[in-house]
């Protein structure tokens, strides 16, 4: 199965019924499947007639009560920013799909991980956060949207996935796991028409007073700590005597894993540290491998974004290296192993 | 086992396709798998071309740097190509429209008048399916019968009837190379 | 008297041309195959040419150039 | 004796925050006097605006959102489509419908999407302190247009109801004018229509409200009122645009 | 011999990317060779889609820009007022004029901006890969319309032509196709008579030309001649919708 | 002279002829301004029909060779975003203004420091990056604006003005000081319409192939570089003999100033570090100043945001503390003066 | 008998009612401020009122609850 | 010498003019000066309030805290800001349509009818320039002449015929503190 389709589906399979997006490569998969799959299931696909217009018919669904979702791919992501700025203000869960192609601009359709900072930092205006999975591989794509559309309701904070142009595009095996249920506080906020039984639904965004809006601000504030002390996620590999650290998310992680196990075939102890959140980031873990690695890089289709987030991780407390290509280029393990040739000679 | 091909030409001339049917043949044959296109066809024109793994262990990165084999349907193909295949490899040419000839000694070349003989068929559609036939028998990554399997699927029934010109543009292929 | 020269290689096969052409003198090869491998247009008899430009305006691609 | 006129159970009990004499509290009895009257209160989700009527989710005792400036008929899509069996209106000024949101409306309409716009047609941003509208009207003086609004520089008053009746997906359109009480009981039959053309599935509605803005306009409301009816009247006619039988 | 048909000299070298038999090459030739008729090659300034059309700027040899999906309007209106002496035309498919450009090219036409809009209706997304288009027809099979497109679920085509031409600074409007060469000479006219009253300062100017996309609806390039002629005519009717004297 | 007006009279002296912007409080007065003053100067000012058609015309404006700027406040950047990232791809001059109101959402419009993240880190797709002017009185604001011209023109980067609220909306006396004119290369670039003297414009932000995209990002990258090596300001204030280093922009540094003078009477050695840029960030500056200083402190009216450039920069050499109001809120001197006192009673 | 109840603390002054009032009995208070710092509505000659409504469908704020 | 204002009352009284002219009113008797709203007028009811610093020093922050003055034009912007003022410093109320008192005993506080005195020379609109006139005697932050400069400057020529009235309402205010 297309990676994309693998996200279409696992969408439907965690019982999303909402699906609102406008086309662009290379995601294009997602909203074709959901055109053929939603009426099966009644549920609805409608194409937006742009990517603003989506997010905006996610707010409403969402304000609904339903799972919903969108996805698209960097520019259409980019003008969805103020969109996503107000879901996460009014605290509407929903998922949104990122398969990254190469930019700035229009750019090129090839994979890329330059949308990070716009994912974890906050493309839009204002402090807020969105969950943030970054799969390595078809089947984890899948499973990461199964349980974004879980944790996205569960603390209402909408959830991202942000996966390159490989993991859309890619064919691989996928088996649709059942859903891990969590228990989900009632939707008593939703706008469903009122009979007096509750209070009425206000889906809003709007607080004109400091006070309040900083008593928003601080609200989310605390949905995110708690977020960030049990939704990381992470996978180490061959990290129980690496000297040396790698970090890298999706598909980039896959070829550094070819690069660690030649690596180790030079005798050259290098292990890898991959999100799975990259927000929340395994910042723990990784400060934590402080104590044993000698040297740490990050690698990633970008000039120099998730880097960031290992160096402040790292703190100082050891060199931290960077090996990037960006452009819709694919980085090799020749590559990264040069580079722990290069670490390994300094060491 | 871990067999990587690059199968790359113009877009249209169904070479996503091609690996396509190759990685479905593998899972049938309960391989691990991967099929990655260097892009989704928003562009026609250019170079299209895919990334296909077939291995007996989980595939690792699904990006091919060393190819066991490559197919080229074009010439701007074999120029970005020929360098990829791993010393002892295969290379696979549409010689209909690639005039060049390849480079590398290092390699098993297959020339292949793909187009023509897919005209000669009647639907220049097929060439991919010529050049599959040969690939196929000539590295015998996967067999042919779960290449039909792989062919029927994706024609489906509005199409079946085009089932038997894909067979014989397959084994149109294999004969060149057996 | 008129003459149609075409650009094989730019053709990319489509026929849009061969309908459009009042004296029905273009069609597909049959056996050329062009380097993007399309099967090029031909000109079946030159002489009945009336330079009537109806090829070059139907066709996407200025495969032609046409002389009177 | 009885009660011939209250406040509708429909508006809450927070006072507009509208500036004096500003008839968009006139759009909000309307609206909510209809909704009443169809029975609809517990079924109405309604789409506050970026604008003045940003609050109006305060107002209407009924489930509301607000929604992004320009994208209320996006997030009645998304509401309409959860909830198909309850009558989802937005509530729009011009600046929000007819400026930053017109792909949004236009899409509305085109997809027949069973919604109802209320278009606040004011001929200037209120919120925002007077800036020109896509509606300002020629030679309107504006803080955006301070030399009065020059067609060549930037063209003239667009007609909302006009362009949104070509579209195939609309089903009733019309044009109405809050300028005085007999102009007023015509606003509120139409927004029954609408909503009932809607509550019908008959594809989209809209009725647009010819408003007054005294503050940016720079006039008294009783002047506000008179401005109105003489200059808005004449460049927005009134009437119904489109009206889908069936 | 004296040549009487030859390529415009203000289309490059570069070879078209476009499907056999894709109507696009068609309309660059169209054009490009009312550019170069009007004398205005030196001063004509092109802005490009996001779609098939996307590379646009490579063909066209005059000042181009490639601009952001549905916002060429917009770049547009900025180079023109920059330069306004110039011709500046955007070219742009369906989903980017009247998808996610809508509001774009309705305040283009609404400010009367001097451009013109060469509007590639093909009832489809080309460059995505068969999409449905607001301009999609009832019925026609799409990726994202597998079982047809279905009014009641997302509307019917949308009729730019007929929508802009309600809109007061739009000064030529013309609906034009592409199936057989008369009509593509009256698409050239077309294109002229809008390119002229540009120049004159009308105001805003479009042609829409009916163009089809083999690839994506699934036939030879003659059977989609055949189709756009037998199924697009009939939504899309042709002629001129708006025409501005002084 | 209002913040606001001074922004965009000091466009209008340094040669901008081209606004075109969206009205959103609180930075009307910009635009408000501007349709005063353009037809005074025989410039253009046009209302645009939304953010997102302003940024395109701009886009449009800036190719045809024009000084040329747009103003907006939170919402309306964040949907500039994608017009953004394809000025930086076409490498288009242009200069940016964000009256920062208080988000996520609608939010309030108070003033805010929560876009930072947005302007530094790219709230568009794609790896690129924009001069960010951090101005903190009317007067700097004004002289910002000039110099972002300058510098726009000369890299080819688009310039962002980040400013909180206050800036704009308060009224401080205001000199125009000449532009600082630097030697600018032709914008041969430039869409003007072509007589083949030179080689034709072609704007232009899309190459499909990665070598070329690569090549353009690595491009901007050398680019970006060079304006980190060149353009970074900032302002040191008390910092001689500084034992807690405070590091603040905009108005929340003028706060912060009389803190610190408040803690010097109180014996606290207490400095400011001011970024004028906030990218390319005065991190050099910073790590010097962990050579002396015992403690950091960011202040920003955000939940935390230019913290993590302040973390980057000390990379772990001495603690990094945060004080931080959000929506809408301002912070006062007692406040950063409490945290100090905290500090000082720790060493 | 109509009467007209009138909640000055909500009325804005704005005169709106005072136009529409065919008996012309509602008037701006001379002396009178509300909270709000407006002068608000009043009526001068109850008996004269028809409940007709006017009135109160002209007034943006809900001042007035008729009664007959 | 530095003195910080706060003006607060319903947006449409009038309060941020008051507090710009006196920022004018510095700025022509060559004070630094700052003012800064609490938001621009986006918004209508509510309570607008703004900062006025007018210092023979260049002004640090311009937010004001311990206000040496605070106006309030109505009843939330008493209950606002009363507990600013610093010791010693004014409190200036509207008394006509606040009908609470100011509890604070350790500042002056000054209750001026400004609404009713202003309908008093038919126009509500001034009420804010009867509590500037109070607030201007009181203080002697800056001279009467300087804030009739700026009225002038203000109400520009199309309004010149307003002129006497607003000196009149300001006349009026300080009598009263006088
Ligand atoms: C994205 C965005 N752009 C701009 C604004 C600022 N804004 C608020 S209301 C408004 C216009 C209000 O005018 P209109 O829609 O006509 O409503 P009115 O106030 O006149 O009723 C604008 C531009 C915003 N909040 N968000
Ligand atoms: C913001 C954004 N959204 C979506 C896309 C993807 N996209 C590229 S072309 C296109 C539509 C093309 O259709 P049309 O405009 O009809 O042109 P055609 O290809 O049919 O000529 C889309 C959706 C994009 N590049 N940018
Ligand atoms: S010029 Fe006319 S007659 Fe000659 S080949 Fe072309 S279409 Fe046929
Ligand atoms: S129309 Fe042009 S491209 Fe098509 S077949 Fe004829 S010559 Fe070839
Ligand atoms: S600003 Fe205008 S539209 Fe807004 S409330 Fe006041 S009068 Fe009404
Ligand atoms: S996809 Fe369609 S529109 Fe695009 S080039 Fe091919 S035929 Fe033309
Ligand atoms: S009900 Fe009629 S008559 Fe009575 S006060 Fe109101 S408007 Fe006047
Ligand atoms: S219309 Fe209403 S608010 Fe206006 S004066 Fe009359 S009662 Fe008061
Ligand atoms: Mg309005
Ligand atoms: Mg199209």
Redesign the interface.
């Known amino acids: 199965m297309k990676g994309n389709e693998a996200i279409a589906e696992a969408a439907i399979k965690a019982g999303c019924r909402y699906f609102f997006g406008y086309p662009i490569t290379p995601q294009n998969q997602i909203p074709e499947h959901m055109a053929k799959r939603m009426p099966e299931v009644g549920g609805t696909f409608l194409q937006a007639e742009s990517e603003v217009a989506a997010i905006n018919m996610v707010y409403g669904a969402s304000g609904a009560g339903a799972r919903v979702m969108t996805s698209s791919s960097s520019p259409g992501i980019s003008l969805k920013q103020e969109g996503i700025s107000y879901i996460a203000c009014a605290m509407l869960p929903c998922v949104i799909v990122n398969i990254m192609r190469s930019g700035p601009g229009l750019g090129g359709i090839l994979p890329a991980q330059a949308d990070y900072f716009q994912a974890v930092k906050g493309g839009g205006h204002g402090d807020y956060r969105l969950i943030v999975y970054a799969p390595a591989s078809v089947q984890e794509a899948a499973d990461c949207v199964m349980e974004a559309f879980e944790a996205s309701d569960y603390y209402r904070v909408p959830a991202l996935i942000l996966a390159d142009g490989m993991i859309g595009q890619m064919m691989e095996p996928v088996e649709f796991k059942p859903i891990t249920k969590r228990k989900q506080p009632p939707k008593d906020w939703a706008a469903t028409g009122n009979d007096g039984t509750k209070p009425r639904a206000q889906i809003n965004s709007i607080h004109i007073e400091a006070e309040k809006m900083s008593a928003v601000c601080k609200g989310l504030q605390c949905v995110y700590d708690k977020i960030a002390a049990k939704e990381t996620q992470y996978e180490e590999f061959m990290m129980d005597d690496a000297d040396i650290c790698i970090v890298a998310y999706g598909t980039t992680s896959r070829i550094v894993k070819n690069a660690v196990k030649k690596a180790r075939e030079l005798g050259i102890k290098a292990g890898l540290i991959r999100p799975i959140t990259v927000w929340p980031f395994p910042s723990e873990m990784i400060a934590k491998a402080t104590e044993k690695c000698k040297a740490f890089v990050a690698v990633e289709m970008s000039t120099g974004q998730m880097v960031e987030d290992v160096r402040l991780a790292v703190n100082g407390a050891k060199p931290v290296l960077f090996v990037g290509v960006t452009g819709g280029m694919v980085p090799t393990p020749e590559m990264v192993l040069e580079e722990l040739q290069d670490i390994e000679e300094g060491m | 086992m871990i067999n990587k091909l690059i199968s790359a030409g113009f877009g249209g001339q169904g070479v996503l396709l091609l690996g396509q049917l190759v990685t479905y043949a593998g899972m049938i044959e309960d391989k691990h798998v991967s099929w990655m296109p260097s892009y989704g066809p928003e562009m026609r024109g250019g170079t299209a071309n895919c990334n296909v793994i077939v291995s007996s262990d989980p595939v690792g990165s699904p990006v091919v740097t060393n190819a066991d084999a490559v197919i080229a349907l074009n010439g701007p193909s074999l120029d970005k190509f020929e360098k990829t295949v791993k010393p002892g490899g295969k290379l696979f040419i549409n010689s209909s429209i690639v005039e060049k000839k390849a480079k590398r000694k290092d390699i098993d070349v297959y020339n292949i008048p793909a187009s023509e003989m897919a005209i000669k068929f009647g639907n220049s559609k097929v060439t991919n399916m010529v050049m599959l036939g040969a690939y196929v028998t000539a590295t015998a990554v996967v067999t042919k019968d779960s290449i039909m399997i792989g062919i029927k699927k994706f024609l489906g029934k509005s199409k079946a009837h085009l089932i038997a010109l894909n067979e014989k543009a397959f084994d149109a292929g294999a004969k060149l190379v057996r | 008297m008129a003459r149609v020269i075409i650009d094989k290689e730019a053709c990319k096969g489509c026929g849009l041309c061969e309908i459009v052409c009042p004296k029905k003198i273009l069609v597909l090869s049959e056996s050329e195959l062009n380097k993007k491998g399309y099967s090029p247009i031909e000109v079946t008899d030159m002489s009945l040419c009336n330079a009537c430009c109806s090829c070059a305006k139907m066709c996407p691609d200025f495969v032609f150039v046409i002389e009177k | 004796?009885?009660?011939?006129?209250?406040?509708s159970n429909v508006?809450t009990d927070v006072?507009?925050?509208?500036?004096?004499?500003?008839?968009?509290?006139?759009a909000?009895?309307i609206v909510a006097e209809c909704i009443e009257e169809l029975g609809m209160k517990?079924?109405?989700?309604g789409?506050a605006p970026?604008g003045?009527a940003?609050?109006a989710?305060?107002y209407f005792?009924?489930?509301?959102?607000?929604?992004?400036?320009?994208?209320a008929p996006?997030?009645?899509?998304?509401?309409?489509?959860?909830?198909p069996e309850?009558l989802v209106f937005t509530y729009q000024g011009d600046?929000d419908l007819a400026?930053?949101?017109?792909?949004?409306i236009?899409?509305a309409a085109?997809?027949?999407?069973k919604i109802t716009a209320i278009f606040i047609n004011n001929a200037i941003?209120g919120?925002?302190?007077g800036?020109?509208a896509?509606t300002t009207l020629i030679g309107q003086k504006t803080?955006?247009?301070?030399?009065g609004r020059d067609?060549?520089?930037?063209?003239?008053?667009?007609?909302m109801s006009?362009?949104l009746a070509?579209?195939?997906?609309s089903a009733y359109i019309e044009r109405v004018s809050l300028h005085?009480?007999r102009h007023?009981?015509k606003a509120k039959k139409a927004v029954k229509k609408a909503f009932e053309a809607q509550l019908a599935g008959k594809g989209f509605t809209m009725v647009e409200m010819l408003n007054n803005c005294?503050?940016n306009w720079g006039m008294?409301?009783?002047e506000s009122?008179e401005w109105m009816k003489e200059n808005m009247i004449p460049v927005f006619p009134l009437g119904v645009y489109k009206e889908v039988q069936e």
């Open positions: 004796m009885a009660v011939v006129f209250k406040k508006i006072p507009f925050h509208y500036c004096p004499g500003c008839t968009h509290g006139i909000h009895r517990e079924k109405a989700i789409i970026v003045c940003v609050f989710y305060k005792d009924i489930d509301m959102y607000e929604a992004a400036h320009g994208r996006a997030v009645a899509t998304g509401a309409k489509r959860v909830h309850n600046g400026s930053i949101g017109a792909a949004e236009v899409h085109a997809r027949g999407e941003y919120m925002t302190n800036q020109m896509p803080t955006t247009s301070p030399l067609p060549e520089l930037c063209g003239s008053p667009i007609r006009e362009m070509t579209i195939d997906g005085d009480v007023i009981n005294p503050t008294t409301p009783v009122i």
